[in-house]
């Protein structure tokens, strides 16, 4: 767990999208708090590390997605040296 992100306010909006039941609690709730572009971006880059999992290329993630390199990079290293936050969620949605 990154320590700099950890506070309050974070756990708080954490435990807010824990209470959520459905894929359309989640739109009305994610429609409110972000952006489009936000919610886009995020979005973005799920999909990058699912297309990185499954062993894609730069190339068919960026033609596919048109995330820049640098972006499918960041993901890149967040599931190599991140947290394994990405894992943990693609092992449970391989569960359903």
Do not use: P, W
Not at 14 to 21: D, N, R, S, Y
Not at 24 to 43: P, R
Not at 58 to 81: F, H, P
């Amino acid at each position: 767990m990154n320590k700099k992100i950890k506070n309050d306010a974070v756990d708080h909006l954490f435990q807010a999208i824990l209470c959520l039941k459905s894929v359309d609690e989640c739109y009305d709730f994610f429609e409110d708090l972000c952006t489009v572009n936000e919610l886009l971006s995020l979005s973005q880059r799920f999909e990058v590390a699912s297309m990185l999992k499954a062993h894609k290329t730069y190339l068919e993630i960026a033609e596919k997605t048109g995330a820049s390199t640098a972006t499918i990079s960041r993901v890149n290293r967040s599931l190599n040296y991140g947290n394994d936050g990405y894992d943990l969620i693609f092992e449970r949605l391989t569960q359903k």
